[in-house]
């Protein structure tokens, strides 16, 4: 595994400075015909059983919130200081889990998305505000968002944590032979980025937050707002900002947003306002906490090995893999139905 990520490192210097964004890309995707976008293929009980949401969910008056997890990751091991957070402020939220903890076709994982938007909304008749980290902050929601319509108008905000908007060159360290499929979709080079940002990056109508760090270790490049986590243009009010602009000594890196208070920050000031986070309403003070409210700093230092072990010693080679990037669904390119 030190040798996987050694590789890692390597290739993000390699690439980067080749410039691997700006690669060759597959045929432009095309918009699916029904607004309501190509029926689930997940049994309905699968995706009932993923959703779990707090007991205050319709009696609460305010926007309730979606915790999406991460690569390799179950939300309650993700988002620990923001559950907290929330259920001491009285937030509504739900959480989602996928199969095979985040690391199976996105595809597939972005209907779970969908279904958990709609339940919301039909439980409290109001928009959700979406939640994520990583794979959570960007694929699996804007999947959902860009192949299914009928949910961007449920959708209030989505505030993303160091999302691979545009795919990451550190991927390709983890995929040489074979991976876990959600991580070659998270390739910068994947056909899943291109379908994903074809036509449009944002909607009309929702908020997006999107924030990252010039330090991380997994989503590069994103050493400004030309990198991958940040999105740019489609009709959607968008912040795009590094934690490095409110604090410049703040040095997160990707593992790092379970408690990172310049991100929490962001997150909590973009929830409780109207449009995307203002960073001129974050206090300074930020600047001097060693992690974000409802996460004790001392520990970090545990929690940080728990999470390495359960991800890269556990999981990264044992979840199922494949030799490629899944295909593209047949709703992308717009071939369903044909023989």
Known sequence: MRQKLSLALLTIVIVTASGALSGAAPAVARSPAATAGPPLSVPTAALRASLRCTDNLQSVRREPVLLIPPTLADPDEAYPGYERAFT????????????????????????????????????????????????????????????????????????????????SVVARGFCVTSCVPALWQQLDSAKFITAMNSGQETFPGISYTNIYSHTSQFVQPNLDDTGSTSLHGGGGKILNIATQQICATNVADHLAYYYDPVAYALTMDALTHPGP???K??????????????????????????????IF??????????????????????SCGRR
Not at 102 to 126: C, K, L, P, W
Not at 283 to 298: H, I, K, L, R, T
Not at 315 to 324: F, H, W
Request: hydrophobic content about 35%; some cysteine.
């Open 88 to 167: 001491d402020l009285g937030i509504p939220f739900c959480t989602v889990t996928m199969p095979h903890h985040t690391t199976q076709d996105i595809q597939v994982s972005g209907e779970f998305v969908v279904n958990a938007i709609r339940r919301m909304h039909a439980i409290t008749g109001r928009k959700v505000q979406l939640l994520g980290w990583s794979q959570g902050a960007g694929p699996e929601p804007r999947w959902a968002l860009r192949w299914w319509p009928d949910v961007r108008p449920m959708v209030d905000d989505l505030v993303g944590l160091e999302a691979p908007n545009h795919g």
């Open 281 to 310: 309403r974050i206090d300074p003070a930020v600047c001097g906490q060693a992690s974000m409210p409802y996460y004790s700093a001392s520990d970090i230092p545990t929690q940080s090995v728990h999470i390495f072990n359960f």
């Open 313 to 334: 010693v556990n999981r990264v080679n044992n979840e199922p893999q494949t030799p490629a990037e899944p295909p593209l669904k047949c709703y992308v390119t717009a």
């Open 277 to 279: 986070a203002d960073p």
